[in-house]
């Protein structure tokens, strides 16, 4: 059905959100418990609003029921209209006072730590109204789907190198973060003035699982090298920074964690260049989507915080 005012008038908020409810649920016993209605106000409003659209929204079984494709179209689309309005009536309600609200920042485990706690303690102190609540997504395919499903306001934080952002999405680079070989206070590599790769291959080392071990086994393969004595490989930092100040193994950080907190986690940079290309730091936003009060002090923190790495020095 092509949309014009008499659709808008017949397609009501209620409605929507009893059918974002029932699909949610998989069940509409479930979906009217959860929103104190009859089951037969949660039927109706369903076949309400199959009448106005003109299709089949909903498939039912004994299991309970599922989304059609059209069913799924319309979740998407009333998820963004939801957040829309919810993002409007907090937008009026901090008019008299920007600096109130919540910031949700999307980030992952590779990305610093210090670098989104720096944003925080830029911020928290000027404005003790704003709250952040930060999510760590496993992988940045999970990152943009938090961004398309709203659960984040923004994503702040390491982006991959081949990273493919669709159409949908705005991404903004705030620096570009080389990478050092990294090793503990105790170890014997750090009294060395010159260091060749190939000294390295036998060492054991523990690195990150995806694209940077890959970026390091292709280092060593450059140089006619085989790929170093990997003992380890994990998708923890922490674990990883455990290891490497012990003493025993080697690995690789970027210069940023190193700046903010490599004296703190005993880690030090070993005199030699990999050559692997630098990863990039950066916000990725909704293009569709406007930037809430909360998010856009977010976002001139980053900015602010990241500038002094963005320096060629």
Not at 265 to 275: C, E, H, N, Y
């Amino acid at each position: 059905m092509p949309w014009d005012e008499r659709t808008a008038r017949r397609v009501k908020l209620r409605d929507l959100n009893i059918f974002k409810t029932v699909a949610r649920f998989g069940s509409m016993g479930k979906a009217a418990a959860q929103l104190a209605i009859s089951p037969p106000a949660i039927s109706k409003a369903i076949t309400d609003l199959e009448h106005v659209l003109g299709v089949r929204l909903l498939e039912r079984s004994r299991q309970g029921v599922e989304p059609t494709a059209y069913g799924c179209a319309l979740l998407k689309w009333s998820t963004a209209v939801f957040d829309d309005l919810k993002q409007g009536v907090e937008e009026i309600d901090n008019l008299a006072d920007p600096g109130r609200g919540t910031v949700r920042v999307g980030t992952s485990e590779q990305t610093p730590a210090e670098l989104v706690s720096a944003v925080i303690m830029l911020l928290s102190p000027r404005y003790p109204r704003l709250a952040f609540s930060v999510t760590q997504a496993a992988t940045v395919p999970l990152q943009s789907r938090d961004l398309r499903e709203r659960s984040v306001d923004l994503v702040f934080g390491r982006l991959s190198l081949d990273r493919t952002e669709g159409e949908d999405l705005s991404t903004e680079i705030l620096f570009e973060d080389p990478y050092v070989v990294i090793a503990g206070e105790s170890s014997k590599w750090l009294r060395r003035r010159h260091i060749k790769l190939d000294q390295l291959v036998d060492e054991p080392w523990c690195l990150n699982v995806g694209p940077v071990e890959a970026m390091v086994i292709s280092a060593f393969h450059a140089k006619g090298l085989e790929a170093p004595r990997q003992i380890v490989r994990t998708n923890s930092n922490q674990l990883k920074h455990v290891l490497v100040t012990s003493g025993q193994f080697l690995s690789i950080t970027s210069v940023s964690r190193m700046r903010l907190s490599g004296k703190r986690l005993g880690l030090r940079p070993l005199k030699i260049d990999i050559g692997i290309p630098p990863s990039r730091v950066g916000l990725v936003t909704l293009k569709e989507r406007m930037i809430s009060p909360a998010a856009q002090l977010f976002i001139d923190g980053a900015r602010k915080v990241t500038r002094s790495f963005a320096r060629k020095d």
